[in-house]
């Protein structure tokens, strides 16, 4: 599985972005997806996860702000970013694994990254 992610950019706290990670092959449907971030510095950190069955999890500091969501036959999967602040600065990552969680040793493929700038 080959991963591109794409959507990220520089935003004013309290804005949105969209980042989108396209998947190639025909087994989308049969991974669970992941979003992770690294910051400068930091270790890289869960974000946001759905499996195949779609059920989703978030970290709690995204929780009500972030969205995760799939479209099986685009074999894209999204996050929808609002009320965007300085501290979710960092390369965004996609991931694509078998369970889907929150652990990101559970996923063998990983994207580029995409950079995410929140200014204040």
């Known amino acids: 599985v080959q991963l591109q992610a794409s959507g990220g950019g520089l935003v004013q706290t309290g804005g949105s972005l969209r980042l989108s990670c396209a998947a190639s092959?025909?087994?989308?449907?049969?991974?669970?997806m992941g979003w992770f971030r690294q910051a400068p510095g930091k270790e890289r950190e869960f974000v946001a996860s759905i499996n195949v069955l779609s059920g989703t999890y978030y970290a709690d500091s995204v929780k009500g702000r972030f969205t995760i969501s799939r479209d099986n036959g685009k074999n894209t999967v999204y996050l929808q970013m609002n009320k965007l602040k300085p501290e979710d600065t960092a390369v965004y990552y996609c991931a694509a694994g078998r369970l889907g969680g929150p652990d990101l040793r559970d996923y063998d493929y990983w994207g580029q990254g995409t950079l995410v700038t929140v200014s204040s």
């Open positions: 092959g025909r087994t989308f449907s049969s991974y669970g």
